[in-house]
Protein backbone atom coordinates (compact mmCIF):
# COMPACT_ATOMS: atom_id res chain seq x y z
CA UNK A 1 0.00 0.00 0.00
CA UNK A 2 1.66 3.50 -0.87
CA UNK A 3 1.62 6.52 0.95
CA UNK A 4 -1.37 8.09 -0.81
CA UNK A 5 -3.38 4.89 -0.17
CA UNK A 6 -2.65 4.85 3.60
CA UNK A 7 -2.92 8.78 3.89
CA UNK A 8 -6.93 8.09 2.32
CA UNK A 9 -7.37 5.35 4.95
CA UNK A 10 -6.26 6.91 7.99
CA UNK A 11 -6.92 10.48 7.18
CA UNK A 12 -10.83 10.65 7.88
CA UNK A 13 -10.70 11.89 11.29
CA UNK A 14 -13.92 12.73 12.44
CA UNK A 15 -17.04 13.91 9.89
CA UNK A 16 -17.03 15.67 6.73
CA UNK A 17 -17.34 19.22 7.44
CA UNK A 18 -19.62 21.07 6.23
CA UNK A 19 -18.80 24.00 3.20
CA UNK A 20 -18.00 27.35 4.59
CA UNK A 21 -20.72 29.96 5.66
CA UNK A 22 -22.06 32.04 2.54
CA UNK A 23 -21.57 28.53 0.89
CA UNK A 24 -17.95 28.58 -0.42
CA UNK A 25 -16.52 24.89 -0.11
CA UNK A 26 -12.83 25.03 1.07
CA UNK A 27 -10.12 22.50 0.04
CA UNK A 28 -10.36 21.43 3.57
CA UNK A 29 -13.83 20.26 3.17
CA UNK A 30 -12.96 18.57 0.49
CA UNK A 31 -10.15 16.65 2.34
CA UNK A 32 -12.52 15.97 5.03
CA UNK A 33 -14.82 14.51 2.59
CA UNK A 34 -12.36 12.42 0.96
CA UNK A 35 -10.67 11.31 4.36
CA UNK A 36 -7.49 12.65 3.07
CA UNK A 37 -5.39 14.93 3.89
CA UNK A 38 -5.30 18.64 2.66
CA UNK A 39 -1.66 18.23 1.23
CA UNK A 40 -3.17 15.06 -0.87
CA UNK A 41 -6.05 17.24 -2.34
CA UNK A 42 -3.45 19.71 -3.13
CA UNK A 43 -1.08 17.18 -5.07
CA UNK A 44 -4.46 16.31 -7.18
CA UNK A 45 -5.34 19.18 -8.48
CA UNK A 46 -1.81 20.11 -8.95
CA UNK A 47 0.14 16.85 -9.99
CA UNK A 48 -2.36 14.10 -10.28
CA UNK A 49 0.35 12.18 -11.60
CA UNK A 50 2.07 11.68 -8.04
CA UNK A 51 -1.16 10.58 -6.70
CA UNK A 52 -2.78 6.68 -6.58
CA UNK A 53 -5.61 6.42 -8.86
CA UNK A 54 -8.15 5.24 -5.82
CA UNK A 55 -7.26 8.58 -3.52
CA UNK A 56 -7.40 10.96 -6.69
CA UNK A 57 -10.85 9.14 -7.56
CA UNK A 58 -12.02 9.65 -3.99
CA UNK A 59 -10.82 13.61 -4.02
CA UNK A 60 -12.66 14.42 -7.17
CA UNK A 61 -15.79 12.70 -6.33
CA UNK A 62 -15.59 15.03 -3.06
CA UNK A 63 -14.65 18.08 -5.29
CA UNK A 64 -17.57 17.11 -7.64
CA UNK A 65 -19.98 16.39 -4.96
CA UNK A 66 -19.12 19.41 -2.77
CA UNK A 67 -18.91 21.75 -6.17
CA UNK A 68 -15.49 22.85 -5.06
CA UNK A 69 -13.42 25.82 -6.80
CA UNK A 70 -9.96 26.03 -6.50
CA UNK A 71 -8.78 29.45 -5.28
CA UNK A 72 -6.62 30.60 -8.17
CA UNK A 73 -5.20 33.38 -5.41
CA UNK A 74 -4.05 30.76 -3.36
CA UNK A 75 -3.01 28.37 -5.75
CA UNK A 76 -1.02 31.12 -7.53
CA UNK A 77 0.98 31.82 -4.44
CA UNK A 78 1.78 28.16 -4.69
CA UNK A 79 2.55 27.14 -8.51
CA UNK A 80 3.25 30.71 -9.31
CA UNK A 81 0.60 30.24 -12.33
CA UNK A 82 -2.47 31.71 -12.20
CA UNK A 83 -3.85 30.29 -15.60
CA UNK A 84 -5.21 33.74 -16.13
CA UNK A 85 -4.19 35.80 -19.43
CA UNK A 86 -4.71 39.04 -19.27
CA UNK A 87 -6.81 40.54 -22.33
CA UNK A 88 -5.78 44.28 -23.05
CA UNK A 89 -7.98 46.29 -25.43
CA UNK A 90 -8.27 49.93 -26.99
CA UNK A 91 -11.90 49.80 -26.09
CA UNK A 92 -14.77 47.37 -24.96
CA UNK A 93 -17.66 48.69 -26.98
CA UNK A 94 -19.18 47.40 -30.61
CA UNK A 95 -19.40 44.30 -32.33
CA UNK A 96 -15.59 44.08 -33.29
CA UNK A 97 -14.56 43.98 -29.95
CA UNK A 98 -17.62 41.91 -28.86
CA UNK A 99 -16.19 39.54 -31.39
CA UNK A 100 -13.12 39.46 -30.39
CA UNK A 101 -13.83 38.65 -26.76
CA UNK A 102 -15.56 36.05 -27.43
CA UNK A 103 -12.84 34.46 -29.15
CA UNK A 104 -10.54 34.98 -26.68
CA UNK A 105 -12.55 33.59 -23.70
CA UNK A 106 -13.44 30.74 -25.80
CA UNK A 107 -9.56 29.72 -27.20
CA UNK A 108 -8.17 30.36 -23.90
CA UNK A 109 -11.28 28.07 -22.10
CA UNK A 110 -10.31 25.19 -24.51
CA UNK A 111 -6.51 25.64 -23.34
CA UNK A 112 -7.44 25.47 -19.76
CA UNK A 113 -6.97 29.58 -18.91
CA UNK A 114 -9.60 31.98 -18.04
CA UNK A 115 -9.26 35.77 -19.32
CA UNK A 116 -9.41 38.67 -17.63
CA UNK A 117 -10.19 41.95 -20.69
CA UNK A 118 -9.47 45.85 -19.70
CA UNK A 119 -9.41 49.05 -21.79
CA UNK A 120 -7.54 50.80 -18.74
CA UNK A 121 -4.24 50.62 -20.70
CA UNK A 122 -5.93 53.16 -23.44
CA UNK A 123 -6.78 55.51 -20.66
CA UNK A 124 -3.84 56.54 -18.83
CA UNK A 125 -4.75 57.48 -15.16
CA UNK A 126 -7.59 55.98 -14.89
CA UNK A 127 -9.20 55.40 -11.65
CA UNK A 128 -5.85 56.31 -10.66
CA UNK A 129 -3.76 53.50 -12.27
CA UNK A 130 -0.83 53.84 -14.54
CA UNK A 131 -1.07 53.56 -18.36
CA UNK A 132 1.28 50.37 -18.13
CA UNK A 133 -0.01 48.63 -14.98
CA UNK A 134 -2.88 46.19 -15.69
CA UNK A 135 -6.04 46.14 -13.26
CA UNK A 136 -4.90 42.90 -11.37
CA UNK A 137 -1.35 41.64 -10.97
CA UNK A 138 -3.34 37.81 -11.28
CA UNK A 139 -2.03 36.71 -15.12
CA UNK A 140 0.67 34.77 -16.44
CA UNK A 141 0.74 36.97 -19.65
CA UNK A 142 -1.33 39.34 -21.87
CA UNK A 143 -2.37 39.80 -25.44
CA UNK A 144 -2.58 43.39 -26.31
CA UNK A 145 -4.19 45.32 -29.41
CA UNK A 146 -2.00 47.77 -30.38
CA UNK A 147 -4.15 49.83 -32.93
CA UNK A 148 -2.24 53.96 -32.26
CA UNK A 149 1.09 54.88 -33.57
CA UNK A 150 1.52 56.62 -30.26
CA UNK A 151 -0.21 56.52 -27.26
CA UNK A 152 -0.61 54.12 -23.87
CA UNK A 153 -1.53 50.91 -25.76
CA UNK A 154 1.90 50.74 -27.74
CA UNK A 155 3.98 52.18 -24.61
CA UNK A 156 2.58 49.20 -22.67
CA UNK A 157 3.38 47.21 -24.93
CA UNK A 158 6.97 48.19 -25.33
CA UNK A 159 7.27 48.14 -21.23
CA UNK A 160 5.36 45.55 -20.09
CA UNK A 161 7.71 42.58 -18.59
CA UNK A 162 5.24 40.28 -19.19
CA UNK A 163 5.28 37.46 -21.80
CA UNK A 164 3.30 39.28 -23.92
CA UNK A 165 1.70 38.60 -27.98
CA UNK A 166 0.68 41.83 -29.83
CA UNK A 167 -2.30 42.05 -32.00
CA UNK A 168 -0.97 44.76 -34.31
CA UNK A 169 -0.42 46.37 -37.83
CA UNK A 170 3.11 46.77 -37.57
CA UNK A 171 5.09 43.75 -36.68
CA UNK A 172 8.24 45.23 -37.97
CA UNK A 173 8.10 48.10 -34.60
CA UNK A 174 7.98 45.06 -32.25
CA UNK A 175 11.06 42.74 -33.49
CA UNK A 176 11.50 41.31 -30.34
CA UNK A 177 7.54 40.36 -29.51
CA UNK A 178 5.31 37.51 -30.96
CA UNK A 179 2.68 39.26 -33.14
CA UNK A 180 0.23 39.01 -34.87
CA UNK A 181 -1.44 41.33 -37.91
CA UNK A 182 -3.69 41.47 -39.99
CA UNK A 183 -3.05 42.33 -43.84
CA UNK A 184 -5.45 45.66 -44.35
CA UNK A 185 -4.65 46.42 -47.79
CA UNK A 186 -5.84 42.74 -49.56
CA UNK A 187 -9.75 43.70 -48.80
CA UNK A 188 -9.45 47.01 -49.44
CA UNK A 189 -7.99 47.29 -52.64
CA UNK A 190 -10.60 44.30 -53.37
CA UNK A 191 -13.56 46.59 -52.41
CA UNK A 192 -12.06 49.91 -54.41
CA UNK A 193 -11.54 47.88 -57.37
CA UNK A 194 -15.00 46.35 -57.17
CA UNK A 195 -16.37 50.10 -56.56
CA UNK A 196 -14.71 51.39 -59.74
CA UNK A 197 -16.20 48.52 -62.33
CA UNK A 198 -19.16 50.67 -62.53
CA UNK A 199 -18.32 54.22 -60.74
CA UNK A 200 -15.08 56.59 -62.00
CA UNK A 201 -12.39 57.34 -59.74
CA UNK A 202 -13.47 60.74 -59.16
CA UNK A 203 -16.48 59.66 -57.50
CA UNK A 204 -15.11 57.03 -55.03
CA UNK A 205 -14.72 58.22 -51.53
CA UNK A 206 -13.27 56.68 -48.37
CA UNK A 207 -14.47 57.78 -45.21
CA UNK A 208 -11.98 56.53 -42.76
CA UNK A 209 -10.81 56.71 -39.18
CA UNK A 210 -9.17 59.20 -37.58
CA UNK A 211 -5.07 59.70 -38.50
CA UNK A 212 -2.64 57.93 -36.45
CA UNK A 213 -5.01 54.94 -36.57
CA UNK A 214 -2.60 52.04 -37.67
CA UNK A 215 -5.88 50.17 -39.27
CA UNK A 216 -7.13 53.22 -40.77
CA UNK A 217 -4.13 54.86 -41.81
CA UNK A 218 -3.16 51.25 -43.76
CA UNK A 219 -6.27 51.55 -45.14
CA UNK A 220 -6.15 54.51 -46.83
CA UNK A 221 -3.14 54.05 -48.36
CA UNK A 222 -4.17 50.87 -50.19
CA UNK A 223 -7.21 53.19 -51.19
CA UNK A 224 -5.07 55.57 -52.76
CA UNK A 225 -2.83 53.43 -54.24
CA UNK A 226 -5.71 51.69 -56.41
CA UNK A 227 -7.00 54.59 -58.02
CA UNK A 228 -4.21 57.15 -57.78
CA UNK A 229 -2.77 55.90 -61.61
CA UNK A 230 -6.20 57.08 -62.88
CA UNK A 231 -6.62 59.54 -60.63
CA UNK A 232 -3.96 61.51 -58.96
CA UNK A 233 -5.75 63.59 -56.41
CA UNK A 234 -7.65 60.27 -54.62
CA UNK A 235 -6.51 61.89 -51.47
CA UNK A 236 -8.60 64.52 -51.29
CA UNK A 237 -11.87 62.35 -51.46
CA UNK A 238 -10.52 60.59 -48.07
CA UNK A 239 -12.39 61.93 -44.76
CA UNK A 240 -11.09 61.31 -41.60
CA UNK A 241 -13.09 61.11 -38.49
CA UNK A 242 -14.31 57.83 -35.62
CA UNK A 243 -15.70 54.70 -36.34
CA UNK A 244 -19.14 55.76 -35.35
CA UNK A 245 -22.65 55.95 -37.17
CA UNK A 246 -22.29 59.71 -35.80
CA UNK A 247 -19.63 59.98 -38.04
CA UNK A 248 -21.01 58.34 -40.83
CA UNK A 249 -24.40 60.39 -40.76
CA UNK A 250 -22.32 63.48 -40.71
CA UNK A 251 -19.77 63.17 -43.30
CA UNK A 252 -23.34 61.63 -45.23
CA UNK A 253 -25.22 64.87 -44.53
CA UNK A 254 -22.53 67.31 -45.66
CA UNK A 255 -22.07 65.12 -49.10
CA UNK A 256 -26.28 65.70 -49.34
CA UNK A 257 -25.81 69.51 -48.88
CA UNK A 258 -22.91 69.78 -51.49
CA UNK A 259 -24.74 67.36 -53.86
CA UNK A 260 -22.46 65.06 -54.21
CA UNK A 261 -23.97 61.62 -52.48
CA UNK A 262 -26.13 61.02 -55.61
CA UNK A 263 -24.07 58.58 -57.80
CA UNK A 264 -21.10 58.36 -55.26
CA UNK A 265 -19.42 54.80 -54.14
CA UNK A 266 -18.44 54.88 -50.69
CA UNK A 267 -16.07 52.55 -48.78
CA UNK A 268 -16.51 53.45 -45.29
CA UNK A 269 -13.87 52.74 -42.60
CA UNK A 270 -15.71 50.19 -40.71
CA UNK A 271 -19.72 48.99 -40.93
CA UNK A 272 -21.16 51.38 -38.24
CA UNK A 273 -19.93 54.22 -40.62
CA UNK A 274 -20.92 52.72 -43.23
CA UNK A 275 -24.88 52.52 -41.46
CA UNK A 276 -24.71 55.82 -40.89
CA UNK A 277 -24.33 56.97 -44.23
CA UNK A 278 -27.19 54.71 -45.61
CA UNK A 279 -29.40 55.81 -42.86
CA UNK A 280 -28.95 59.44 -44.15
CA UNK A 281 -28.95 58.75 -47.84
CA UNK A 282 -32.18 57.00 -47.21
CA UNK A 283 -33.35 59.82 -45.40
CA UNK A 284 -32.69 62.18 -48.56
CA UNK A 285 -34.70 59.78 -50.91
CA UNK A 286 -31.89 57.67 -52.60
CA UNK A 287 -31.60 54.31 -53.14
CA UNK A 288 -29.31 52.27 -52.65
CA UNK A 289 -27.39 50.24 -54.44
CA UNK A 290 -28.98 52.01 -57.35
CA UNK A 291 -28.17 56.11 -56.24
CA UNK A 292 -25.31 55.11 -54.03
CA UNK A 293 -22.68 52.12 -53.61
CA UNK A 294 -21.72 51.40 -50.29
CA UNK A 295 -19.30 49.23 -48.36
CA UNK A 296 -18.23 48.68 -45.14
CA UNK A 297 -15.21 46.94 -43.32
CA UNK A 298 -15.16 44.53 -41.02
CA UNK A 299 -17.84 42.46 -41.88
CA UNK A 300 -19.84 42.29 -38.28
CA UNK A 301 -23.01 40.77 -37.58
CA UNK A 302 -24.34 44.45 -38.70
CA UNK A 303 -24.17 44.01 -42.24
CA UNK A 304 -26.86 41.19 -42.32
CA UNK A 305 -29.07 43.24 -40.27
CA UNK A 306 -29.90 45.92 -42.63
CA UNK A 307 -31.65 46.06 -45.51
CA UNK A 308 -30.19 46.39 -48.22
CA UNK A 309 -27.62 44.09 -46.66
CA UNK A 310 -24.40 45.56 -46.41
CA UNK A 311 -21.17 44.36 -48.66
CA UNK A 312 -17.94 44.52 -46.24
CA UNK A 313 -14.24 43.58 -45.95
CA UNK A 314 -13.89 40.81 -43.61
CA UNK A 315 -11.26 41.17 -41.21
CA UNK A 316 -10.34 37.78 -39.07
CA UNK A 317 -10.89 39.23 -35.93
CA UNK A 318 -11.64 36.01 -33.90
CA UNK A 319 -9.37 33.87 -35.77
CA UNK A 320 -6.06 36.56 -35.09
CA UNK A 321 -6.72 36.59 -31.51
CA UNK A 322 -7.09 32.79 -31.41
CA UNK A 323 -3.57 32.56 -32.89
CA UNK A 324 -2.70 35.03 -30.22
CA UNK A 325 -4.09 33.13 -27.49
CA UNK A 326 -2.33 29.60 -28.70
CA UNK A 327 0.82 31.78 -29.26
CA UNK A 328 0.91 33.17 -25.89
CA UNK A 329 0.33 30.13 -24.06
CA UNK A 330 2.85 28.05 -26.02
CA UNK A 331 5.44 30.86 -24.95
CA UNK A 332 3.93 30.42 -21.29
CA UNK A 333 4.76 26.59 -22.09
CA UNK A 334 8.39 27.32 -23.38
CA UNK A 335 10.01 30.96 -22.15
CA UNK A 336 12.80 30.21 -24.88
CA UNK A 337 10.47 29.97 -27.84
CA UNK A 338 11.84 32.87 -30.83
CA UNK A 339 9.37 35.73 -30.98
CA UNK A 340 7.23 34.76 -34.21
CA UNK A 341 5.45 37.24 -36.75
CA UNK A 342 1.53 35.95 -38.22
CA UNK A 343 -0.03 37.91 -41.01
CA UNK A 344 -3.94 37.04 -42.05
CA UNK A 345 -5.66 38.65 -45.15
CA UNK A 346 -8.66 40.64 -45.50
CA UNK A 347 -10.92 39.81 -47.57
CA UNK A 348 -14.27 41.63 -49.75
CA UNK A 349 -17.81 39.79 -48.82
CA UNK A 350 -20.30 41.19 -51.29
CA UNK A 351 -23.95 41.86 -50.70
CA UNK A 352 -26.93 44.10 -52.19
CA UNK A 353 -25.92 47.53 -50.85
CA UNK A 354 -22.24 47.49 -53.37
Known amino acids: MDADQQESRGAGRGTPRKPLAGGRTSIADVAAHAKVSIATVSRVLNSPDLVAATTAK ?165 FVETIESSDPSATARISHGEFTFEWGREWARAMVKAGKLDGAAVLAGNDEIALGIMDVARNAGLRIPRDLRVIGFDDSRLCRLVDPMLSSVSVPIAEATRRAVRMLTERLSNPELEPEHVSLTTSLVLRASS
Request: net charge negative; aromatic share 6%; hydrophobic share 35%.
Open 58 to 222: AVNDAISTLNYRPNRFARGLVTRKSHVLGISLPDLHGEFYSELMQAADEEAGRLGYSVLVTSSHAKPGKAGRPASAFPLDLIDGMVSMVTEVSGPMSEAGRTSSLPSVLLCDNPEAWPGVSTVSIDQGTGTRAATLHLLKEQSADRCYFVAGHEGNLDSDQRCRA
